[in-house]
């Protein structure tokens, strides 16, 4: 019987961890959710100007959003 009770509580810490997963899978769903809309906006950004190109992707590369996308 002590073996029994033994399994129980790993169980129950098993089941325990799982709910925090789950949770912790739909925070970063949420997050990524989150973060696609604007880079699908960012997909479709023209910019005709040279100049404002090229200031605008160095701004990109300086925040890290042009190495995050390239990931």
Do not use: C, F, M, W
């Not at 925090?20 to 739909?26: I, S």
């Not at 769903?29 to 989150?34: K, Q, V």
Request: no cysteine.
């Amino acid at each position: 019987i002590p073996q029994i009770v033994k399994l129980v509580d790993h169980l129950r810490d098993l089941i325990g961890s799982l709910a925090d997963a789950k949770e912790v899978v739909q925070d970063i769903a949420s997050t990524l959710e989150t973060i696609q809309h604007p880079l699908t906006a960012l997909e479709q950004l023209a910019i005709s100007d040279h100049a404002t190109y090229a200031e605008a992707k160095s701004d990109l590369e300086n925040t890290g959003v042009a190495e995050a996308v390239n990931r």
